[in-house]
């Protein structure tokens, strides 16, 4: 099965810039859109970014502007480049793509485990 790696999570302070990268683990026959989601302690898990196939984005509000999604198909990776960072943006980071692994099978949604980013003020 394809996992998900992410890396490039730490702590920053605030104004600070840092950038999130997602690997697949082996390539598939087919991925569809891969996005960032974040979690901060005590509230749901929410979208941040996603970038279709195709290369369309999409943001959450609050990180218009501030965080650019992107991906590189032929390596399998999505970025996430966050700048002018904000202490309400210390949370969890996970990586999210739909994909299609083999021609024959289905379109399914993998998680990644998940890198900490934490903004001090």
């Known amino acids: 099965q394809v996992q998900l790696v992410e890396s490039g999570g730490g702590l920053v302070q605030a104004g600070g810039s840092l950038s999130l990268s997602c690997a697949a683990s082996r390539s598939a026959f087919r991925i569809n859109a891969m996005g960032w989601y974040r979690q901060a302690p005590g509230k749901q898990r929410e979208l941040v970014a996603v970038i279709s196939s195709g290369g369309s984005t999409n943001y959450a509000d609050s990180v218009k502007g501030r965080f650019t999604i992107s991906r590189d198909s032929a390596k399998n990776t999505a970025y996430l480049q966050m700048n002018s960072l904000r202490p309400e943006d210390t949370a969890i980071y996970y990586c999210?793509?739909?994909?299609?692994?083999?021609?024959?099978?289905?379109?399914?949604?993998?998680w990644g485990k998940g890198t900490p980013v934490t903004v001090s003020s």
């Open positions: 999210n793509v739909d994909m299609r692994e083999y021609f024959y099978s289905r379109d399914m949604n993998y």
